[in-house]
């Protein structure tokens, strides 16, 4: 069998495109059934340090500089069903390397077009999702803080979308004017409840209690590439959650 492997592996006559498409337009078959789909987008990284350390890049995978690991890095959107909670499939999943490491500095750096920069997978990886699902009415996208880019936000309102994107920069807002992170200073809109089950004999169930303000905000682009058409404020929705745990209970 694991010869068998090899010899499906090195035969030049397969594309693990076509593998990794056909199993993408499953998922999308299961979306169209679906009331509601979470996009989840993220990128791990698969550490190597072997012989095939030599054809994944000149970029260590970790900042010391005489590491002599390698990664190769995945970017995947898992297709999860909001209602059931339960996995879909496999939306989207591209693959990359960083082959050399960028020696640019401060503006320089900023201003490179987004194609050049490492972040513009998560924009190429929505567009492939509307590729195999035709339409993405029924889809959410969510996403961590390594997306909060303000292209990428930009690209997801040009095209109607709905995503969540956790913030990572206090940027300073148009209106209202203040910064992002002083959102947790308005006015409380909602309360939830989740309590969390942990393992073991003595289960402990946590309360956390979510408090959630919202505002209508206007956020102000930084100063980076002019070579992109894109407008200098967004328009978008600012949530703010702060988790308060009220009580540890030990269940009988």
Known sequence: ????????????????????????????????????????EDTTSLSYRHSICSELGNNPSSASATCKGRSLFLHSILVVDADAETVVGLGHQQNYIRKEKLKLMGLELAQRPKEERESYRWEESSNKLDEHFGHTDNVIHVCDREADAYEYIDQHIDNNRRFIVRSATDRKLAFPKCRLHELSEKTV??????????????????????KERGKKLTEKEKKRATTTNRPERLAEVGISYHEVRLTNLKTG
């Open 1 to 40: 069998s694991i010869e068998g492997a090899y010899r499906f592996v090195e035969n030049q006559h397969i594309d693990h495109n076509e593998i990794s498409l056909a199993g993408f337009k499953a998922t999308a078959e299961e979306v169209k059934r679906r009331r509601l789909v979470l996009a989840i």
């Open 189 to 210: 809109m909602a309360k939830h409840f989740v309590k969390i089950e942990q393992k073991g004999s003595g289960l402990v169930i946590k309360s956390e209690k979510q």
